[in-house]
């Protein structure tokens, strides 16, 4: 007798973009998945996709932090989801799991690969943002690499996003003077109202970085710490800012990642101000931490489940939407954490 079956849809990645990534670099297919399971297998469907910048990064040509994504694959990524078949005793049938599924409905996981998740502690999706990659990314990029002390100015570029919206929040508890900047007036509200931040900057408000760094040198007064989730010319603004042993924690670069990877438009003008500082710059990835997961935990789950951490999620509804969810990135449209639900 043949063990039933689902029916899966999966987003294979067949095409290097090279500007903007889109649907046109993706093709959705249909396949049975069999149900039928060796021991500690679990089948997981998925009901929240995370969708991040690191993507976009791994769809260059040369390789980066790692080697490209393959071409012709489901397309890789975190994904929370509900067992629906398990032949493990540490999952039954309904525990919600956080996996690196991918972008698909179902996914055929060992035990090993998956997370079991508490409804009751946190929402399950924070399990891909403030409790999970990005969350971590925000407390050790800048509690270790920015090393922030009470009185400090920390500045964060990309502050009204996943990363950056958390780091705020985390300087603030330190004791730092923060600063973000972010573009539009509605996400500087956002930071001031909702974030409590000291100050935010509107970088599409300033045609030149040498009017933006001026704004942001009113706003802050000097930079101690800068927390970068965004390169191009709002760095080139900040890097004449910083004080003597200035930290510089270069998390991302998003202004490049449409093709500017492969073919870098800016040059180091930056390298005088970090000799006449004395200043450091060190860049961090969230997987250089993984192992320490458990502590990142321990110290920001009780703020989430106190109320004490805004953990702002954008969710986009349909799972057909997955690939223009990815471009719609870098257009800035969302706020925090960007998902999509199934």
């Known amino acids: 007798m043949n063990a039933p079956s689902f029916v899966n849809r999966q987003w294979f990645y067949v095409k290097r973009p090279e500007g903007r990534v889109g649907p046109e670099h993706y093709e959705l297919r249909e396949s049975q998945l069999s149900a039928a399971l060796a021991h500690n297998e679990v089948i997981v469907q998925a009901h929240y996709f995370s969708v991040d910048p ?21 397309q890789q990524g975190g994904v929370v989801g509900r067992v629906v078949a398990s032949a493990s005793e540490r999952f039954a049938e309904g525990d919600w799991v956080y996996g690196y599924n991918g972008w698909q409905l179902y996914a055929k996981c060992h035990a090993n690969e998956l997370t079991k998740l508490d409804p009751e502690q946190a929402p399950v999706t924070t399990a891909l943002g403030v409790l999970g990659m990005p969350g971590r990314t925000a407390w050790f990029g800048l509690m270790e690499a920015g090393r922030p002390r009470p009185g400090d100015t920390l500045v964060v570029s990309g502050a009204a996003g996943a990363v950056g919206s958390l780091v705020a929040q985390f300087g603030k508890r330190a004791g730092c003077k923060v600063v973000g900047i972010a573009g539009g007036a509605d996400k500087c509200r956002f930071l001031t109202e909702r974030l409590g931040l000291d100050a935010a900057v509107d970088y599409k408000a300033f045609t030149d970085a040498e009017s933006l760094a001026a704004e942001i040198q009113r706003a802050s007064g000097g930079v101690d710490v800068y927390f970068d989730n965004v390169g191009g010319r709002v760095t080139d603004a900040v890097i004449p800012l910083i004080k003597r042993r200035a930290r510089i924690v270069i998390c991302g670069a998003i202004s490049q990642y449409d093709g500017g990877l ?13 000799l006449f500082q004395r200043a450091t710059i060190q860049g961090i990835l969230a997987r ?23 953990f702002e999620e954008t969710i986009v509804d349909g799972f057909e939407q997955l690939p223009a969810a990815l471009g719609s990135l870098f257009e800035g449209g969302n706020l925090g954490k960007l998902l999509v639900r199934a």
Do not use: C
């Open 54 to 74: 690191y993507m976009r990064i791994q769809q260059h040509q040369r390789d980066t932090y790692d080697v490209p994504h393959p071409l012709d694959i489901v």
């Open 262 to 274: 492969d073919t870098p438009d800016l040059a180091p003008r930056f390298l005088q101000h970090m």
């Open 288 to 310: 250089d931490f993984v192992h320490r997961m458990p502590e990142m935990v321990s110290q920001v789950a009780p703020w989430v489940k106190n109320g004490e951490i805004v």
